[in-house]
T-cell receptor, first 114, second 113 residues
Framework: GDSVTQMEGPVTLSEEACLTI???????????LFWYVQYPGEGLQLLLK?????DKGSNKGFEATYRKETTSFHLEKGSVQVSDSAVYFC?????????????FGKGTHLIIQP | NAGVMQNPRHLVRRRGQEARLRCSPM?????VYWYRQLPEEGLKFMVY????????ESGMPKERFSAEFPKEGPSILRIQQVVRGDSAAYFC???????????FGEGSWLTVV
């Protein structure tokens, strides 16, 4: 079945540091890929997405490129802020067959220190 | 356009009671999904519904859990005879159709005491 693997956390960085959160996937067909962010005590918000190979999703300074050859969708940001502290979830959606929902990674807790 | 609305946001139940969680999808969305997030874990798919139909319930526990999405009104996730292990955040999500972006509600936090 489909699966998503993302780096274990917590990841602790200083403000203005560069961020990379690795995400790789296993899926049949051509899934769409997503990053969701969850702030403390809140629900999931869509951060960015990419629907086909070589697409780059971007939002709020975050970027991720759909790499089919390496089955990866790493999340990057050049300069993080304290307000970026949250849990980040990589997910895929494979609409083939009856199962139409998202498959999530376990989440990466990001902590940004001032 | 209101987002996915879930209520209650927080629910406390004693062991053996019933919990009912409600979800109103975004306007125009006919696909509803329920996910469960246990403490310190990721989200696990539970069930996928369209109006009046359960499409995929492969993630639902075999006993005590049920879901519906009637023709009129919100989707309901029902947990009978709750146990402490049911304590979790339950997230509802919706999309307009298959293959489109899925949007999440803010979640319902169930605590079983």
């Amino acid at each position: 079945g489909d699966s998503v693997t993302q780096m274990e956390g917590p990841v602790t960085l200083s403000e203005e540091a560069c961020l990379t959160i690795n995400c790789t996937y296993t899926a049949t067909g051509y899934p769409s890929l997503f990053w969701y962010v969850q702030y403390p005590g809140e629900g999931l918000q869509l951060l960015l997405k990419a629907t086909k190979a070589d697409d780059k999703g971007s939002n709020k300074g975050f970027e991720a490129t759909y790499r089919k050859e390496t089955t990866s969708f790493h999340l990057e940001k050049g300069s993080v802020q304290v307000s970026d502290s949250a849990v980040y979830f990589c997910a895929l959606r494979n609409s083939g067959g009856g199962a139409d929902g998202l498959t999530f990674g376990k989440g990466t807790h990001l902590i940004i220190q001032p | 356009n209101a987002g996915v609305m879930q209520n209650p946001r927080h629910l406390v139940r004693r062991r053996g009671q019933e919990a009912r969680l409600r979800c109103s999808p975004m306007k125009g969305h006919s696909h509803v999904y329920w996910y469960r997030q246990l403490p310190e874990e990721g989200l696990k798919f539970m069930v996928y519904l369209q109006k009046e139909n359960i499409i995929d319930e492969s993630g639902m526990p075999k006993e005590r859990f049920s879901a519906e999405f009637p023709k009129e009104g919100p989707s309901i996730l029902r947990i009978q005879q709750v146990v402490r292990g049911d304590s979790a955040a339950y997230f509802c999500a919706s999309s307009p159709d298959s293959g489109n972006t899925i949007y999440f509600g803010e979640g319902s936090w169930l605590t079983v005491v």
